[in-house]
């Protein structure tokens, strides 16, 4: 069918679907969740197009919001559970889903791999044309639980330096002190260095307000031995003393700590690692 349309009629008419079901934003429906994005999103369709709904799981039933609606995509927002599934679980942090660290902790493991091995297959299938299919997929073991790498962004709250992940799609700190999905010495030297740059009155960077300082506590430790390594990106140079005393507080809070690498990062936007480097411990 070919639509002959007035100028201004077109996202209108695409934001609508084969049942005409005009998907604007605020407009409420009763749906149920047949699949995932590939982020792990819950998708539902509605009037034949297909809506992305954060935290819902395959299987439930759910009254959904729509955000936003747009030629291409329409993002709906979980109102309320109608139906839950059996692999919702409790998702053991506080920050959950605020904190744009993680994006699967509503659904049990299982169903996680379910939700993995379904994308996998379809990129074989829709980006590979490949004719086979993957049929299984390997569990992590127990200590695949927790990542071995973390990257902590550092802010301020109240005068005082804070250390988390951003929220989805912002630069809104959302603080963590001791984060389910890291390593718990990760987490502890985290602390570490906010205590040391209490002590210290170091400031955290904010290019906002054209303020120099600490950016970023980056960490990582060896599944097989334990040993960690913790990177303070920082836009400023601490004085000898201070990293002195950086030093002393990591190596007796963090007995895992091996190495401790001072990052000078002078470089606007995201990238975390850039500038020069030097080995402090």
Not at 54 to 74: D, F, H, L, Q, Y
Not at 180 to 205: D, F, G, K, N, T
Not at 217 to 227: Q, Y
Not at 259 to 270: E, T, W
């Amino acid at each position: 069918m070919v639509y002959f349309t007035r100028p201004g009629r077109e996202s209108r008419l695409a934001r609508k679907g084969r049942t005409g079901m005009e998907l604007e934003k605020n407009a409420v429906f009763t749906a149920e969740v047949e699949g995932y994005t590939s982020a792990g999103a819950g998708v539902c369709r509605l009037g034949g197009r297909a809506v992305f709904v954060p935290g819902a799981i395959r299987g439930e039933r759910w009254r959904v919001r729509i955000v936003k609606a747009t030629a291409g995509t329409v993002w709906g927002r979980g109102e309320e559970l109608l139906t839950p599934s059996p692999c919702r679980r409790d998702p053991g942090c506080g920050s959950y889903p605020r904190c744009g660290g993680c994006s699967l902790r509503h659904m049990d493991y299982a169903e996680e791999l379910a939700m993995k091995l379904c994308r996998v297959n379809d990129a074989l299938r829709r980006i590979g044309g490949l004719c086979f299919s993957i049929p299984d997929i390997l569990p992590a073991g127990e200590d695949g639980f927790r990542r071995r790498k973390a990257i902590f962004n550092v802010g301020q709250a109240g005068g005082k330096p804070i250390a988390g992940f951003y929220r989805a799609r912002s630069h809104d700190i959302v603080p963590q002190n001791d984060c389910p999905a890291v390593m718990p010495e990760a987490s502890a030297a985290c602390r570490s260095v906010l205590r040391w740059m209490e002590r210290e009155a170091i400031a955290a960077y904010d290019p906002v307000e054209g303020r120099e300082g600490i950016r970023h506590v980056f960490v990582r430790s060896s599944r097989l031995t334990g040993a960690m390594v913790v990177t303070l990106v920082s836009s400023l140079s601490p004085s000898p003393q201070q990293t002195q005393a950086l030093t002393a507080r990591l190596r007796k809070e963090c007995p895992s700590l091996t190495g401790l690498v001072l990052c000078r990062n002078n470089r606007p936007g995201n990238v975390v690692l850039a500038g020069d480097y030097s080995v402090l411990w």
